[in-house]
Nanobody
Framework: QVQLVESGGGLVQAGGSLRLSCAAS????????MSWFRQAPGKEREFVAA????????YYVGSVKGRFTISRDNAKNTVHLQMNSLKPEDTAVYYCAARPMYRGSYAYSGDGYDYWGQGTQVTVSS
C-alpha cells in the first residue's frame, strides 16, 4: 500500500514558479514510476510528466517541455515537479500517481496507475 500526498500548490502570477511535492508512504516507492497529471475545470485529466523508477528517464507533455522539470528522491520517498514560466493555462488541480515499474513508466491515459494523491490546486493569474 502506498499513500501519496501532494503539496506546494498555490496562486502565482503568470511567469512565476511553483514547486510541487508528492510524499509517498511505504517501503516500495522505488519500485514505482511516478507521474504528474492535472485537471482543469471542465476539462479531462491530462498527463503532464513522468519519471522512471530510478530517475533515469523523464517524459513530458509537449506544452510543458522546457518549463517543467520532474525529479525524485527515492531515499526520501518524494517526487517533485518544478514549474517555471507558468501560464494561465497551467491552472488546474495537479495529482501525482504511482505506476508499478513492470507496466512501463507512464501512460497518457492514466491507466495502470495503482495509487493517486488527493491533488493540489495551482492557479496562475494573468
Amino acid at each position: 500500500q502506498v499513500q501519496l500526498v501532494e503539496s506546494g500548490g498555490g496562486l502565482v502570477q503568470a511567469g512565476g514558479s511553483l514547486r510541487l511535492s508528492c510524499a509517498a508512504s511505504g517501503r516500495t516507492f522505488s519500485t514505482y514510476a511516478m507521474s504528474w497529471f492535472r485537471q482543469a475545470p471542465g476539462k479531462e485529466r491530462e498527463f503532464v510528466a513522468a519519471i522512471s523508477w530510478n530517475g533515469g528517464s523523464t517524459y513530458y507533455v509537449g506544452s510543458v517541455k522546457g518549463r517543467f522539470t520532474i525529479s525524485r528522491d527515492n531515499a526520501k520517498n518524494t517526487v517533485h515537479l518544478q514549474m517555471n514560466s507558468l501560464k494561465p493555462e497551467d491552472t488546474a488541480v495537479y495529482y501525482c500517481a504511482a505506476r508499478p515499474m513492470y507496466r512501463g513508466s507512464y501512460a497518457y491515459s492514466g491507466d495502470g496507475y495503482d495509487y493517486w494523491g488527493q491533488g493540489t490546486q495551482v492557479t496562475v493569474s494573468s
